[in-house]
């Protein structure tokens, strides 16, 4: 996917912390273990506290890999706080989750499609489920680690910030991950199922996510 990005985007570029990815991509993690060693550690202190009932309906909409609802999660800031995200979602507009939902929907088939449809027919219902679920395995999961996440974030934006500093912003966004670098004047990030131009305008945004186990972003 090639973002395309004018040259005032390219000024506005900036990163952020989101809680919400790294919940989100921690339900990743305990779906497919074998997958993240780094992790193990770190599964091994959750696995006997995952919500069960949050943990199932998280696992519709978050799958091992491919999209999750946008609605999930929020611009990174540099301050943004795990309730700060967790009070958002009771506010999510209908249109943007029926939107959302329906694109995990349009993507699954059997059982996880009937879940998500069933999802679809009430909102207000599934918006205080999720809401709720979010809560409860941000505490169970995210929240007894967050502390020293936190730290791992911050400081590797402190080299993101000096690499675009000593070496320039195209040199920093080819070392987040080898999946992202820059082409012919745009973003570019490496997908293995979606292939996209998007003309952006606005500013942009980079994360990164420790919960992955390998230096960048989740995807």
Not at 10 to 21: D, L, T
Not at 66 to 94: H, K, N, S
Not at 198 to 205: E, K, N, Q, T, V
């Amino acid at each position: 996917m090639d973002f395309r990005l004018a040259p005032g985007d390219v000024s506005a570029i900036r990163f952020g912390v989101s809680p919400g990815h790294e919940l989100c991509h921690a339900v990743r993690v305990l779906q497919r273990p074998a997958d993240h060693p780094l992790q193990w550690g770190w599964l091994r202190g959750v696995r006997e506290r995952v919500p069960r009932e949050a943990f199932a309906l998280f696992a519709v909409l978050v799958r091992e890999s491919g999209y999750f609802p946008d609605f999930l999660t929020t611009t990174p800031t540099w301050d943004l706080v795990p309730a700060d995200e967790a009070a958002r979602l009771r506010e999510i507009p209908d249109d943007g989750m029926r939107v959302d939902l329906g694109k995990v929907a349009a993507r699954s088939t059997g059982a996880r499609r009937e879940a998500v449809l069933h999802l679809l027919d009430d909102l207000p219902r599934a918006r205080a489920m999720i809401a709720d679920a979010w809560l409860e395995l941000w505490y169970a999961l995210v929240a007894p680690v967050w502390p020293q996440l936190e730290r791992i974030l911050r400081a590797d934006i402190a080299v993101r910030a000096r690499r675009i500093t000593t070496d320039g912003i195209s040199v920093m966004v080819e070392g987040l991950h080898h999946r992202i670098g820059w082409h012919d004047g745009a973003l570019r990030v490496r997908l293995t199922q979606h292939s996209e131009v998007l003309d952006c305008r606005g500013p942009a945004s980079c994360s990164c996510h420790p919960f992955s186990g390998a230096p960048g972003p989740w995807s």
